[in-house]
């Protein structure tokens, strides 16, 4: 049985897509921070007592030989974030070794398919063009979103870069907007609200707050398991690489909406959810839109979960969540 290894498993996407990856038949293999791993292994053994775990501390710096002894395929979910380094520079060193270290290590282990979490950012006009220069220069210090977008970027065309001058290498990157959804049963939920990831979003809902105006694209985290695990059964690109490049998305999620979703759905969660004409801050623009073809095409990514069917299950999982906070 092929064996996979799943970066950031105990993180929100990674647990979904080691979820997937289970799911499809394979092995998993994990990797977390030191520190956590004999916790996290007793969470799992009930549900997922097959799945292995080994400590990785920092995929952008540490070894991975050990990891990837007896390893099929990488699914790299957890891309460091281009912060906490003493300057631009050593930003820069995160984002980019981020991803290509694992793919360095990943061809001196003999391993050619790899899948790699992407960032909608980078794919965006103005961040989109971001330059090394420009990151360099610090004159964005006072703007964490462009430092992030701009990491994203920098860090994708280097793994792809990477990727041409390694003719083994079959690199695929999937490219989700916003992030939304329940958390896998029999994994651990969130320990605190501070660690709810972008469902944080979702749980201000349930706190009587109106999210800020994100841009309303979003996919359902199951559907961006699935695109990856897809990911894992293509041939590798013959001619362009970037065909493997993939966008996917499942749709908008408008706040308003949500809210009178939520007061029509749940109406037990009336008294703790905004009012159904509570004031929601208008987006500084037009919508984006996403032309997700080429993984419909290619990864059969034709139906998406709605986002009623998203938000009702993130709340229950949310709900969990909460209870277990209580508890603690």
């Not at 971001?130 to 970027?153: C, Q, R, V």
Request: glycine content about 8%; some cysteine.
């Amino acid at each position: 049985m092929p064996r996979v290894l799943v970066t950031g498993v105990n993180g929100f996407v990674g647990s979904n897509v080691a979820d997937e990856v289970v799911k499809a038949g394979y092995q998993v293999r994990g990797t977390l921070r030191g520190g956590t791993i004999e916790n996290f292994k007793a969470a799992i053994s009930h549900k997922f007592p097959s799945l292995e775990v080994v400590q990785v501390d920092d995929v952008a710096t540490a070894d991975l030989t050990d990891a990837l002894q007896g390893i099929d395929a990488i699914i790299h979910v957890a891309v460091p974030l281009p912060f906490g380094g003493s300057g631009p520079k050593e930003n820069l060193s995160i984002a980019v070794e981020g991803y290509v270290n694992v793919l360095r290590q990943a061809v001196k282990a003999g391993i050619s398919k790899v899948v790699i979490t992407g960032s909608w950012s980078a794919t965006i006009d103005h961040w989109g063009d971001a330059t090394e220069e420009e990151f360099l220069s610090g004159k964005h210090a006072d703007n964490p979103m462009w430092i992030y977008a701009a990491a994203k970027t920098l860090g994708e065309r280097a793994a792809w870069k990477f990727a041409a001058n390694e003719p083994s290498l079959d690199l695929s990157i999937i490219i989700p907007p916003f992030i939304f959804g329940p958390y896998v049963p029999g994994f651990p939920l969130p320990a605190a609200q501070s660690a709810l990831s972008s469902n944080q979003h979702i749980y201000a809902l349930l706190t009587g707050v109106v999210p800020p105006p994100l841009p309303p694209l979003f996919c359902d985290v199951r559907d961006v398991a699935r695109a990856h695990v897809s990911a894992l059964n293509l041939p590798q690109a013959t001619s362009n690489l970037e065909d493997k490049r993939f966008l996917i998305c499942g749709g908008s999620l408008v706040w308003k909406d949500a809210i009178e979703y939520l007061h029509k759905a749940r109406p037990e969660l009336k008294d703790r959810i905004p009012a159904i004409d509570a004031p929601v801050l208008p987006f500084p623009g037009p919508p984006t839109t996403i032309d997700g073809s080429r993984a419909k095409m290619k990864l059969n990514m034709e139906k998406y979960r709605d986002w009623t069917e998203m938000l009702n299950d993130t709340v229950n999982s949310l709900l969990d969540a909460e209870k277990m906070w209580v508890k603690a």
